[in-house]
């Protein structure tokens, strides 16, 4: 498949992108269903998921590279076995103790 691509500069060039026999058959079924007009439209959506999925990982790893300058800076927490089931163990005893205090309340209530 030949089609032109724009380089940063807005230079047009000639690029050829080959399917291999799998995906002229895939392309081909989905032109004969009506799913694509053409094999350029294929390789216009292939292009467009691909784009999307390196915006998220870029995305991605500029969360990552924030969570280090934190953790570098000291600030942030330090996730490990121990830290979590801490976690765990205050989720509980927080959760456990708003509990009683609404069922106190509502006893207080049923009076």
Known sequence: MDFVARTKAGILIPMEMPFTADQRAFVHDAIFEGRLRDES?????????????????????????????????????????????ALADDVHRLGMARLEAEQHCSSLRSF
Do not use: C, F, P, Y
């Open 41 to 85: 439209e294929a390789l216009r959506e292939a292009m467009a998921l691909w784009e999307a999925r390196e915006r998220t990982r870029a995305e991605l790893m500029l969360h990552v590279t924030k969570a280090k300058k934190s953790l570098a800076e000291g600030r942030g927490r330090l996730i490990t076995d121990l830290s979590m089931r």
